[in-house]
């Protein structure tokens, strides 16, 4: 396990860094992103605990880290996201809780939240750091979040919360969902946030859903109608029919005294499955290794298509000079011809020589080959410019819902950086550059998965073993 552990952790540290030497400076340079591309992914594993208010969120939290860390109570408690990491001091605190602001998360580039600082002020006074020492917390962080309340809405809490929601979903590795029998529904909009933040592609991966508090059903009876309208509720979301594998669990620890005979049969039957969630939610650091070669791809296949578009319209800039300066040479000849022929026609040629008249025949083709680059300068090529910008849609192929979905990503991009270098692109560093992309997303999105692939083998081992972590 130790050794699965650090294999992650190297194959990790190697993407972050490929990332940061190679993605990140062309991010830069065409502005795709201003904050580096591997601040999202530098920090440990993340794992999102969201859910109803009073659906245990916090208490599985603290049952997790071993000690009291996060308020419970059956009321709404929170109103706050905490995010739990562990503590870098040494020595023997355990139970010490170092609490910070969250203009500490904010701001601090060690931390990869500075994009939630668009929420706000109202935001950053809900959003805290708290770092404990606890073994659980070694490879992993954990954020607690406020529930969610549907009498609340958005402009009550004073920052929005869907969209910091899913912010933090898409930096997480892992997004636990919780209910319970009182509240087996009511998350459309979280679920619709994660939905359009999340990869498509990952996104059965990394969400898992959990009924929790089961020690509150009375009988079996009541846990089925209970799951029943859980998976009800859940495929209106997903307008799926297939349901999802939801943990059904409870806390023992807090479980309230109407535990009798009727429920303790099926508590006896869900046992195990407390601890195959404990399982999952330390398997975040492989789920992470996931994620990493899904960000990878994700932002090289936008990067590439933004500089597909900016290779594009370079194509189109050169064709436009080459067409503009075969123009000029063909006009400004003519002129040259018609000025010789005239000067010619005129007999002037009696009274000079005739290297006299070619030279002013070329003298005009000159002066009129210039003016006309300076018309081609100053008035057709910044029209030409403004007319590609119109229609940016036709400088790549959008023939598949994935490239129209990445262009839909980048196209805002391709324009502002064309706008600001006002059409002046080159086409070879472009072309080069885009080779690079391609080359470096494509190589550490194959070892990530290769790595992943392995692990899977490994994991069997691990299982024969029967050594589970935490
Ligand atoms: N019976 C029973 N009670 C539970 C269980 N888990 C939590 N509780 C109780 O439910 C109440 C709410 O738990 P919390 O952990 O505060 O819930 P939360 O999801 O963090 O709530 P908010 O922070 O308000 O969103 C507390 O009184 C807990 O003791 C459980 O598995 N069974
Ligand atoms: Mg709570």
């Known amino acids: ?54 659906s245990g ?57 500075s994009a939630l600082r668009r929420h706000g002020q109202r935001f950053s006074s809900h959003f805290r750091l708290k770092k404990v020492q606890s073994s659980f917390l070694d490879n992993l962080v954990l954020i607690d979040t406020p529930g969610m309340v549907d009498s609340i809405a958005e402009r009550d809490r004073g920052y929005n919360y869907q969209e910091v929601v899913g912010d933090l979903a898409g930096i997480a590795d892992l997004i636990l969902i919780l209910f319970d029998p009182h509240k087996a529904g009511t998350i459309k909009e979280t679920y619709e946030s994660l939905r359009s933040t999340l990869p498509r592609s990952t996104y059965e991966d990394r969400v898992v859903f959990v009924l929790n508090r089961v020690d509150e059903c009375t009988n079996l ?8 309208t859980l998976c009800w509720n859940l495929s209106q979301m997903t307008g799926r029919k297939d349901i999802p594998l939801i943990h059904l669990t409870w806390s023992p620890e807090v479980m309230g005294p109407q535990a009798n005979a009727d429920n303790q049969d099926f508590l006896n039957l869900l046992e195990n499955q407390r601890n195959s969630l404990k399982r999952d939610i330390s398997n975040a650091p492989r789920h992470r290794l996931d994620h990493l070669a899904t960000y ?19 194509v189109l800039r050169r064709r436009f000079r080459l067409k503009m300066w075969s123009f000029g040479i ?24 005739y290297e006299i008249l070619a030279g002013s025949g070329l ?108």
């Open 330 to 353: 063909i006009i400004s000849l003519i002129a040259g011809l018609a000025s010789f022929g005239i000067l010619t026609q005129l007999g002037v040629l009696g009274a000079a020589s």
């Open 1 to 54: 396990m130790t050794y699965k552990k650090n294999y992650i952790e190297s194959i990790r540290k190697e993407l972050v860094d490929i990332v940061q030497r190679e993605l990140t400076p062309l991010a830069h340079k065409y502005r795709y992103s201003q904050s580096p591309l591997e601040e999202n992914i530098k920090w440990r594993p993340m794992v999102l605990v969201l859910g109803n208010y009073s």
């Open 296 to 314: 990878v791809e994700e932002h090289g296949r936008r990067l590439e298509h933004l500089l597909e578009a900016l290779a594009s319209y370079a």
């Open 57 to 113: 969120k916090s208490t599985l939290i603290n049952e997790l880290l071993g000690m009291e860390v996060q308020r419970t109570g059956q009321a709404p408690t929170d109103d706050s996201f905490t995010v739990i990491a562990k503590s870098d001091r040494d020595g023997p605190n355990v139970g010490e809780i170092e609490e910070k602001d969250g203009k500490v998360l904010l701001n601090d580039d060690q931390y990869p939240f």
């Open 363 to 470: 003298a005009v083709a000159v002066v009129i080959y210039f003016v006309w680059a300076a018309f081609v300068r100053y008035f057709l090529a910044d029209g030409q410019h403004r007319t590609t910008l119109l229609d940016l849609d036709r400088l790549t192929p959008l023939d598949n819902q994935e490239r129209r979905d990445t262009w839909d990503q980048v196209k805002d991009l391709a324009y502002a950086y064309l706008d600001r270098q006002k059409g002046e692109v080159n086409l070879r560093r472009i072309k080069r550059d885009l080779k690079k992309v391609k080359e470096v997303a494509q190589s550490a999105s194959r070892d990530a998965r290769k790595a992943l692939g392995e692990l899977e083998t490994l994991r069997e081992d691990d299982i024969r073993g029967l050594q589970v972590d935490h």
């Open 221 to 228: 009876n009541d846990l089925l109608r209970v799951y029943g």
